[in-house]
């Protein structure tokens, strides 16, 4: 096992158990085997530390490995905008449109219309935006996922092969808020997590590779899902989830297609 696999294993160690015992802790709590009521309330807060896993191995594997200079450069990738301004547009675009095509396909097929909470005031939809960013998953995810494993795997395997890996391994980690959550996911079985986790990694590394593994790219990309969920809730729907999944495999393998599996980016000629 050579170094670069080695620093990948142990993030997934410590990432994994970091969250998987507070997530355990939260699930004793709230079954009141911990007699807690304080526990439950602080793992169950918007910030909840558990979701910081990913985060936490990042940063403790690149100062174990670069100290301090390395956690600061890690860190800074997470405003690096240095990109083409143009890929913007499928990364603020890309899941409203699936998932509010997903909702119009539900009520043509004659669904009832849901309320939209931003109807009324769309500056609502900032607020959303910020509060997904903040404290429902990118912020705490992102740097590990993305800015710390993702080359790692890209430094054995293609840019698709390293997306399914992450994917099912971010599926994986999501496991223990089955019996925690209530969010609409996870009233399903894990399977169909685990797939639109991998789904989602590999338009995830599409953009990464794309704007020079930008991790900002990751944290904007990822909220941008949360917010499209809640603008445009097809998932609440009967018909909408299925319209959901077809449209995100459709993207994904448009996605494949046309950048190609190796690297997710398109090989100029020379």
Not at 28 to 40: K, N
Not at 42 to 69: D, I, K
Not at 71 to 92: E, M, N, Q, S, T
């Amino acid at each position: 096992m050579n170094k670069s696999e080695k620093e990948l294993m142990s993030f997934f160690c410590i990432t994994f158990a970091f969250t998987w015992s507070l997530w355990i802790l939260k699930a004793l709590a709230i079954r009141g085997l911990l007699g807690s009521s304080i526990l439950v309330d602080f793992l169950g807060s918007p910030n909840n530390p558990a979701a910081f896993g990913p985060f936490v191995g990042a940063v403790l594997l690149t100062w174990w490995n670069e100290r301090g200079r390395g956690v600061i450069r890690l860190l800074k990738r997470g405003v690096d905008y240095r990109f083409a301004k143009v890929w913007w547009i499928p990364i603020i675009l890309v899941f409203p449109i699936i998932h509010g095509g997903a909702l119009l396909l539900a009520i043509l097929g004659g669904e009832s219309v849901p309320e939209l909470f931003w109807v009324s005031n769309p500056f609502l939809i900032f607020v959303y935006f910020v509060m997904a960013l903040l404290f429902q998953g990118p912020l705490q995810e992102e740097f590990g996922w993305r800015g710390y494993a993702l080359n790692r795997l890209q430094a054995r395997f293609n840019a698709l092969n390293s997306s399914i890996i992450l994917g099912f391994m971010w599926g994986l980690w999501h496991i223990p808020n089955f019996w925690i959550s209530e969010a609409l996911i996870y009233q399903y079985t894990f399977i169909p997590l685990i797939f639109s986790d991998i789904l989602f990694a590999i338009l995830l590394t599409w953009f990464y590779n794309n704007t020079g593994g930008s991790i900002l790219v990751a944290l904007v990309f990822h909220a941008m899902f949360i917010l499209a969920t809640q603008m445009f809730p097809a998932l609440a729907t009967q018909q909408g989830g299925l319209f959901v999944l077809i449209l995100f495999i459709a993207t994904v393998i448009a996605v494949v297609a046309i950048w190609g599996p190796k690297r997710l980016v398109r090989e100029t000629k020379k």
